[in-house]
């Protein structure tokens, strides 16, 4: 099997390096070995192999790759923001082979038709990128469109578990609120609809992450022997010949898993692939001389291409998490697994339905009525009439449900608890990541610039979210309570105070909320919005004067030889989490080296 800790002394060059091995670069690595096994492929990974961990195969225990001690996991500690009280934000990313699809929540979701074709780049339209989307996938669920793919290596399913009474209830106090359950919202054009939630499991219960669906398989049969993978090494940077014809990278061993961390230069024949994530692969190019004149020699480093946008344009859902207690029994949730109170090592043995469900059964993509928008402020008004008004597709927030506690539970009474994770699907905040210094050891110079856009749109999206989900969850029946930690701190005597309840409410009046309260709210909101793990734009696909730093081929601007393919290409937001559209990035990717390389016998060819 050609995967290392550290490669073989004798192999010093390869006809094409893949820098990454995430979501879209393992795709990439596995369908370049199928459409020539001659072809000599190399991926370099950060982090460590992703075979046997128990964590990440088992949907359940997933969540343990959230805490800051998962060995998985990269954690980018951004700048302290007055905006957010004085924090400074914290922005996981995929840190094994697989990379987020091996970590992440396993929800699966589309972006919106509009989200690619807003994209305004040639070749990258929703037309064009769903022959991919079906291309990845077998869908298990109800297809009448025929939009979905049926014989793709990624499986998607409802697991082996679902908790049809949470489901049902909170399917069904979203109909009343005029967001009613249909089979699917992934259709690329389903708007204010919510449904039973699919994810990237198998019907056996095992995540469907893609190095364990595209690069191992491959690996192990026998008819790939030039399709190599090193783990637990750090790319360093990118190596140019005198013609910026990218030939090579200089990588070194990962000190999180050795004493000696050496370096170690490998060549290209041919191409040289970035897929070091929306986090990563901009810093890649600014250590290898890419990027904005000022910022790349500030930090010690040759300029090799004046590329600006180079870490620019950071993008992201925001996120907001709230608490709920529920009349749900001990084998509804996953609360026994959060909490520590089940034992994985024997659900294992026994193979326990519970492992192969990642909690989240409900799913909606949903906006505000026209008078609900309008009563957010001119601003808003004006950012609605804009952006939403003629685009009916775009939903304004994502919204799923968690049947557990949604974080830590220490200290909270033992119980059975869910979650309402709400994220909005286009900030209008942007963000930025840079070098600090020429080394991989110089931490990041990262502003995610959460809640900073002009007019306060990106709060008041939230603010409408709050008071709009709090009033579906108050009339479910499994309703017990708000956990008043987990939600503002009104003042005294507050109609809009959180409460407990030993039955359901049943007849429920709308909450009443004053500036006061309003004023609650946004605090909270600046106290604890944070990253969905949905990175994207930071090497945006946009002709170099836009600004932009890859071309619709992926070839980085004022280079040769050199492409990126990941999130970080991403020239606008997507209406989902952005797992599907890595990998669908990373299958058009794959199409398109293919025939530039000549491999396919395809006529047409984009630049080197």
Not at 21 to 49: F, K, M, Q, Y
Not at 126 to 135: G, T, V
Not at 184 to 195: A, E, G, I, P, Y
Not at 274 to 295: D, K, W
Request: net charge negative; proline share 7%; hydrophobic share 35%.
């Amino acid at each position: 099997m050609g995967l290392y800790t550290e490669l073989p002394t004798d192999l010093e060059e390869v006809d094409i390096i893949i820098a990454g091995g995430g979501t879209a670069g393992c795709i990439i690595a596995a369908r370049l070995a199928d459409a020539d096994p001659r072809l000599s492929v190399l991926v370099i990974e950060s982090g460590p192999n992703n075979i046997g961990e128990p964590t990440i195969h088992f949907p359940a225990l997933s969540i343990a790759n959230l805490l800051p001690t998962s060995n998985f996991t990269l954690f980018y500690s951004g700048a302290e923001s007055d905006i957010l009280d004085g924090r400074a934000p914290i922005v996981p990313s995929g840190g094994v082979l697989g990379g987020g699809s091996s970590i992440n929540l396993l929800q699966y979701s589309r972006g919106q038709r509009s989200d690619y074709d807003d994209w305004k780049t040639a070749g990258w339209s929703a037309e064009d990128m769903l022959p991919y989307m079906k291309k990845l996938e077998t869908y298990h669920g109800p297809d009448p469109r025929g939009l979905h793919g049926h014989d793709g290596p990624i499986h998607v399913s409802a697991g082996t578990f679902r908790s049809e009474r949470f489901s049902a209830d909170l399917l069904n106090s979203l109909g009343k609120a005029g967001w009613p359950e249909v089979d699917d919202v992934n259709t690329m054009d389903t708007v204010n609809r919510s449904m039973r939630a699919l994810r990237y499991v198998s019907p056996e219960g095992k995540r469907q992450d893609t190095a364990t669906m595209y690069l191992h398989p491959r690996l192990l049969d026998g008819k790939h022997p030039h399709l190599h993978v090193v783990v637990e090494s750090q790319v360093e940077r990118i190596l140019f010949d005198d013609h910026k014809k990218a030939v090579g990278v200089t990588y070194r061993a990962n000190p999180a898993f050795c004493s000696d961390p050496k370096s170690r230069t490998i060549k290209a024949r041919r191409l040289v692939v970035l897929s070091c994530g929306s986090l990563g692969s901009p810093l890649v190019l600014e250590r290898s001389g890419i990027g904005n004149p000022e910022s790349v020699k500030r930090s010690g480093v040759e300029l090799v291409a004046d590329l600006p946008a180079v870490g620019e344009n950071y993008d992201d859902h925001h996120l907001m998490v709230y608490a709920y207690k529920s009349s749900l029994g001990p084998h509804e949730t996953l609360d026994g697994v959060i909490a520590g109170r089940s034992d994985p090592q024997e659900m294992i043995l026994r193979n326990d339905q519970l492992l192969g469900w990642n909690g989240i059964d409900v799913q909606a993509k949903v906006r505000p009525s026209e008078a609900e928008a309008l009563g957010l402020g001119p601003q808003f008004r004006e950012a609605w009439e804009k952006e939403f008004k003629l685009h009916p597709d775009k939903p304004l927030m994502l919204m799923a449900a968690t049947i557990c506690f949604p974080g830590d539970p220490t200290g909270e009474p033992e119980g059975q608890y869910f979650g309402i994770a709400n994220s909005s699907t286009y900030p209008f905040s942007r963000g930025r990541i840079h070098i600090s210094g020429p080394s991989l050891d110089d931490a990041p110079d990262f502003d995610p610039g959460f809640f900073t856009d002009a007019g306060d749109i990106d709060i008041k999206m939230h603010l409408w979210m709050y008071k709009k989900h709090r009033e579906i969850i108050r009339r479910m029946d499994v309703f017990r309570g708000e956990v008043a930690s987990w939600h503002p701190q009104f003042p005294a005597g507050s109609k809009a105070a959180c409460i407990e309840t030993e039955t359901a409410l049943g007849d429920v009046p709308d909450i009443e909320y004053s500036a006061e309260d309003d004023a609650a709210i946004l605090q909270w909101l600046r106290e604890h919005v944070e990253t969905t793990w949905h990175s994207l734009g930071t090497c945006r696909m946009a002709p170099r004067e836009n600004p932009g730093v890859v071309d619709p081929s992926l070839s980085v601007h004022g280079v040769h030889g050199l492409k990126v393919a990941d999130m970080s290409i991403a020239p606008g937001n997507v209406a989902a989490n952005t797992n599907n559209t890595a990998m669908a990035i990373g299958e058009k990717a794959a199409d398109m080296f293919i025939k530039e390389l000549g491999l396919s016998g395809a006529t047409f060819s984009w630049r080197l």
